[in-house]
Protein backbone atom coordinates (compact mmCIF):
# COMPACT_ATOMS: atom_id res chain seq x y z
CA UNK A 1 0.00 0.00 0.00
CA UNK A 2 1.34 3.18 -0.94
CA UNK A 3 1.81 6.06 1.84
CA UNK A 4 1.50 9.62 0.66
CA UNK A 5 1.57 12.64 3.03
CA UNK A 6 2.12 16.00 2.52
CA UNK A 7 3.64 18.69 4.54
CA UNK A 8 5.11 22.90 4.45
CA UNK A 9 1.09 24.83 4.48
CA UNK A 10 0.60 27.57 6.33
CA UNK A 11 -0.12 31.18 6.57
CA UNK A 12 1.55 33.78 4.22
CA UNK A 13 1.13 37.59 2.81
CA UNK A 14 0.52 37.88 -0.57
CA UNK A 15 4.13 38.15 -2.65
CA UNK A 16 5.72 35.79 -0.03
CA UNK A 17 6.64 32.29 -0.85
CA UNK A 18 6.41 28.89 0.63
CA UNK A 19 7.02 25.33 -0.24
CA UNK A 20 5.02 22.30 0.17
CA UNK A 21 6.37 18.86 0.64
CA UNK A 22 4.88 15.44 -0.01
CA UNK A 23 6.88 12.52 0.38
CA UNK A 24 5.51 8.86 -0.52
CA UNK A 25 6.48 4.97 0.57
CA UNK A 26 5.13 1.57 0.28
CA UNK A 27 5.76 1.64 -3.74
CA UNK A 28 9.12 2.05 -5.60
CA UNK A 29 9.15 5.98 -6.40
CA UNK A 30 10.11 5.43 -10.56
CA UNK A 31 6.87 3.48 -11.06
CA UNK A 32 4.29 6.80 -10.80
CA UNK A 33 3.69 10.39 -11.15
CA UNK A 34 3.01 12.56 -8.47
CA UNK A 35 0.63 15.74 -8.93
CA UNK A 36 -0.87 19.00 -6.51
CA UNK A 37 -4.16 19.90 -6.38
CA UNK A 38 -5.82 22.23 -4.08
CA UNK A 39 -9.58 22.84 -2.67
CA UNK A 40 -11.50 25.42 -1.57
CA UNK A 41 -14.95 24.69 0.17
CA UNK A 42 -17.67 24.73 -1.92
CA UNK A 43 -15.55 23.61 -5.31
CA UNK A 44 -13.79 21.04 -7.17
CA UNK A 45 -10.48 19.65 -6.37
CA UNK A 46 -8.25 21.38 -9.21
CA UNK A 47 -5.04 19.96 -10.64
CA UNK A 48 -1.96 22.88 -9.99
CA UNK A 49 1.07 21.03 -11.24
CA UNK A 50 2.17 17.16 -11.98
CA UNK A 51 5.00 15.66 -13.27
CA UNK A 52 5.89 12.29 -14.01
CA UNK A 53 8.08 9.20 -12.87
CA UNK A 54 11.06 10.48 -14.87
CA UNK A 55 10.43 13.69 -13.72
CA UNK A 56 10.91 15.19 -17.37
CA UNK A 57 7.45 15.28 -18.00
CA UNK A 58 5.84 18.40 -16.29
CA UNK A 59 2.21 20.90 -16.71
CA UNK A 60 0.96 23.12 -14.49
CA UNK A 61 -2.37 24.84 -14.07
CA UNK A 62 -2.53 28.24 -16.57
CA UNK A 63 -3.11 30.12 -12.93
CA UNK A 64 -0.16 28.89 -11.27
CA UNK A 65 2.82 29.51 -14.49
CA UNK A 66 5.62 31.07 -13.60
CA UNK A 67 4.79 31.14 -10.02
CA UNK A 68 4.98 27.60 -8.59
CA UNK A 69 7.80 25.24 -9.43
CA UNK A 70 6.89 21.19 -8.89
CA UNK A 71 9.97 18.73 -8.44
CA UNK A 72 10.84 15.28 -7.39
CA UNK A 73 13.80 13.98 -5.24
CA UNK A 74 14.54 10.06 -5.96
CA UNK A 75 16.91 9.72 -3.26
CA UNK A 76 14.12 11.48 -0.61
CA UNK A 77 11.19 9.83 -2.18
CA UNK A 78 9.47 13.72 -2.28
CA UNK A 79 7.70 16.03 -4.01
CA UNK A 80 7.44 19.47 -3.53
CA UNK A 81 5.84 22.75 -4.55
CA UNK A 82 7.50 25.78 -4.93
CA UNK A 83 5.03 28.61 -4.02
CA UNK A 84 6.34 31.89 -5.11
CA UNK A 85 4.23 35.64 -5.35
CA UNK A 86 0.97 34.20 -3.82
CA UNK A 87 -2.13 34.91 -4.05
CA UNK A 88 -5.02 35.54 -2.21
CA UNK A 89 -6.70 33.25 -4.95
CA UNK A 90 -4.18 30.74 -3.65
CA UNK A 91 -5.87 30.17 -0.36
CA UNK A 92 -7.14 26.69 -0.86
CA UNK A 93 -6.29 22.74 0.95
CA UNK A 94 -3.87 21.07 -1.52
CA UNK A 95 -3.60 18.12 -1.91
CA UNK A 96 -0.97 15.30 -2.73
CA UNK A 97 -1.87 12.56 -5.34
CA UNK A 98 0.33 9.62 -6.30
CA UNK A 99 -0.61 7.60 -9.55
CA UNK A 100 -2.52 6.65 -11.04
CA UNK A 101 -1.13 3.12 -10.53
CA UNK A 102 -1.80 -0.34 -11.48
CA UNK A 103 -2.85 -2.38 -9.35
CA UNK A 104 -4.79 -6.19 -9.24
CA UNK A 105 -8.09 -3.90 -9.32
CA UNK A 106 -7.13 -1.45 -11.63
CA UNK A 107 -5.73 2.12 -11.68
CA UNK A 108 -5.43 3.30 -8.37
CA UNK A 109 -4.42 6.96 -7.16
CA UNK A 110 -2.96 7.68 -3.87
CA UNK A 111 -4.02 10.87 -1.74
CA UNK A 112 -2.74 12.47 0.81
CA UNK A 113 -4.46 14.04 3.89
CA UNK A 114 -4.46 17.96 2.43
CA UNK A 115 -2.75 20.91 4.00
CA UNK A 116 -4.26 24.34 3.98
CA UNK A 117 -2.10 27.43 2.90
CA UNK A 118 -3.47 30.46 3.77
CA UNK A 119 -2.70 33.91 2.21
CA UNK A 120 -3.67 36.67 4.45
CA UNK A 121 -2.47 40.12 5.31
Known amino acids: QLQVAESGGGLVQPGGSLRLSCSAS????????MSWHRQVPGQERTMVAE????????NYADFVKGRFTISRDRGTATIYLQMNNVEFEDTAVYYC??????????????WGQGTQVTVSS
Open 97 to 110: KAGPIWSPSGWKDF
Open 26 to 33: GIPFTRYG
Open 51 to 58: INSAGDNI
